[in-house]
């Protein structure tokens, strides 16, 4: 190593910074990595390998993700005096958790976000409050408690997918509990994702995509929020209070829409017969929202669907059901178009389907053109495509 040149790995995290905003603004220049190399050897004394400057260049590293803007602000904002967490107010401690979640999300390592929020905010973050904000979804201290009351519109939707089978958990080896959404379509889980923001004023809720699954996820372990949702009377009043917003999230988690072409041979003929349907483990539950629909003039009926100890093959794996399971159907060509008219789908595609029915069901009917007609759009998805 030449006299006076200091290698990039030993640079302190300040001055990684400052030479990855170097990098970016040579490169907007429009110099290469050879010539960025020689830059920051002769001019700023540094040396850096041609490998650690296209990695910076192609954003592979944590710090070459975060925005050019906040890190001039990291760097302006920064004095040698650091405060304890515990000195911050709320506010500053909510603002700080927000940039952590914000800094995560673009794909920063939490330590080394964790990192540059000392420096812009000139605060002290230990490595379990870091650990508690990212592996455990810990809230800043002093924050506000979730809006449980008066109960709200929001808060109805969100108790409609903690009613839905298996999406309260216990995790036994933190000792906490926790409400997770998984669904096939993104809409729902956005539509989720903004009623827990409504609810609890908090910014830094992640969709993920489960790759096993083939689901879109997003999980709270607010504990004033589980506990309120784990008393199912409170669900119950909720379904009462709000019934269209709850029944739609309902319907979307649990339920859906289909067609099948039936041939009657006692009068030669076929006839289309369209549902739309909602199971669940609970008849109670269903039987109450069959009252509920009933309300609302649609009309449906609640059966047994399947019985416990019926044995399925799901991905190839045979899997046995614990558990009397539910349907209620509505079948009547008038309530499936109320249906759509008050309540309906959150996801384009099961919206979409909706759609269709009605539109066949108000030009044919029932008849065999009906029939006719749902086989052209949907034939693709009777060979076992997704439509």
Request: aromatic share 8%; net charge positive.
């Amino acid at each position: 190593m030449e006299d006076g040149l200091k290698r990039y790995e030993s640079l302190d995290f300040k001055e990684k910074l400052r030479v990855n905003l170097i990098i970016r603004r040579l490169k907007r220049k429009g110099y290469g990595s050879k010539k960025i190399v020689k830059v920051l050897r002769d001019e700023h004394k540094i040396q850096i390998g041609r490998t650690t400057v296209r990695n910076i260049i192609n954003q592979k590293t944590s710090i070459s993700r975060i925005p050019e803007g906040f890190l001039e602000d990291v760097l302006r904002s920064y004095t040698c005096f650091k405060r304890g967490y515990k000195d911050l107010s709320r506010k500053e401690r909510q603002k700080l958790r927000e940039d952590f979640d914000r800094l995560c999300s673009i794909g920063c390592e939490p330590y080394v976000a964790a990192k540059i929020l000392e420096l812009k905010y000139c605060v002290e973050l230990t490595t379990g409050l870091i650990s508690g904000w990212y592996y455990l979804g810990n809230l800043p201290q002093g924050k506000r408690s979730t809006k449980l009351t008066p109960p709200t519109k929001e808060l109805a939707i969100i108790a409609a997918t903690r009613i839905s089978d298996g999406s309260l958990e216990a995790l036994k080896k933190i000792g906490r509990k926790r409400l997770r959404l998984q669904m096939k379509d993104i809409e729902p889980v956005v539509h989720f994702t903004e009623q827990l923001i409504r609810i609890t004023d908090r910014l830094g809720y992640t969709i993920g995509y489960n790759e096993y699954n083939q689901t879109f996820e997003v999980k709270t372990y607010r504990r004033d929020l589980i506990d309120y949702l784990q008393n199912e009377n409170n669900i119950i009043r909720l379904l009462k209070l709000y019934p269209e917003g709850s029944l739609r999230m309902l319907f979307e988690a649990d339920g859906g829409v289909n067609g099948s072409v039936s041939a009657m041979y006692s009068k030669k003929r076929v006839r289309f017969q369209p549902f739309v349907y909602l199971t669940n483990s609970k008849k109670w539950l269903l039987d109450e929202v069959s009252y509920l629909l009933d309300k609302i003039g649609i009309k449906s009926r609640v059966r047994l669907n399947v019985k416990a100890g019926t044995v399925h093959r799901i991905r190839g794996r045979e899997v046995v059901t614990k558990k009397d399971c539910y349907i209620l159907s509505i079948t009547r060509k008038d309530s499936i178009v109320r249906y759509s008219e008050k309540i309906g789908f959150i996801s384009k595609r099961k919206q979409g389907k909706l759609a269709d029915v009605v539109d066949i069901l108000k030009k044919y009917g029932s008849t065999m053109e009906a029939a006719v007609e749902w086989i052209r759009r949907y034939e693709h998805h009777r060979r076992g495509k997704e439509r």
